[in-house]
């Protein structure tokens, strides 16, 4: 198959390493809802694509379902679904304000681990890679809600961030399936980039 006129799984492979090459270049990256009292879907929705720690978690979480998963079907959604659900949870407790230390550390954290979860493929039954990823989606969940706190109407740009997080979940999904067989070195890199990126955030929160 081809993208563009060039071979999909080169496609992939400049597409994965312009966004490991991009990763270095961000800090923490957390933008607020930009000073709107009453933000809606659309800010919502773009939100999680101006901090490149919360887009790397997730696309990450997508492509370690994808490369660790022995076959098509439900084992490929758990890390997703664990992830999308818990960012929620994490986001309902923000906006009533309870306070959970550590939330930019295990942002941080999350991308180390996430990233590690990529390069080495390492697989767990459907349950664990869950709860793996929920607890990190949590702190990621936490952040949005500490950002929405002050807004009149919450709920519709929380709503625009879960649908970019199921989008950025199934980016990943869509890039480890087709590398999965095709390729074993650039999976890797992508995630020791993710991982690095995790670590030069641990570094400057430290």
């Not at 500490?146 to 997080?165: H, I, K, N, R, S």
């Amino acid at each position: 198959m081809r993208l563009f006129g060039l071979p999909q799984t080169t496609c992939l492979s400049r597409l994965l390493f312009a966004l490991v090459s991009a990763l270095p270049l961000a800090a923490a990256a957390h933008t607020g809802v930009d000073g709107h009292a009453h933000p809606g879907f659309l800010m919502g929705f773009f939100h999680p694509l101006t901090g490149l720690d919360h887009l790397a978690a997730m696309v990450s979480v997508g492509l370690w379902s994808a490369l660790a998963a022995r076959r098509a079907g439900i084992e490929l959604v758990w890390g997703p679904l664990g992830f999308a659900s818990m960012l929620l949870v994490g986001a309902s407790l923000g906006l009533q304000g309870v306070q959970i230390p550590a939330v930019e550390p295990m942002i941080a954290a999350s991308l180390l681990v996430t990233g590690l979860l990529v390069a080495t493929r390492w697989r767990v039954p459907g349950m664990a890679a869950a709860l793996l990823v929920g607890v990190f989606a949590l702190f990621h969940g936490l952040a949005h809600g500490y950002e929405l706190a002050d807004a009149a109407d919450a709920w519709p740009p929380l709503a625009g961030m879960l649908t970019t997080t199921l989008l950025l979940h199934a980016t990943g999904l869509g890039l480890g399936w087709a590398l999965r067989r095709n390729s074993v070195w650039i999976p890797r890199a992508a995630g020791a980039g993710v991982a690095a990126f995790g670590v030069t955030l641990l570094a400057q929160l430290a």
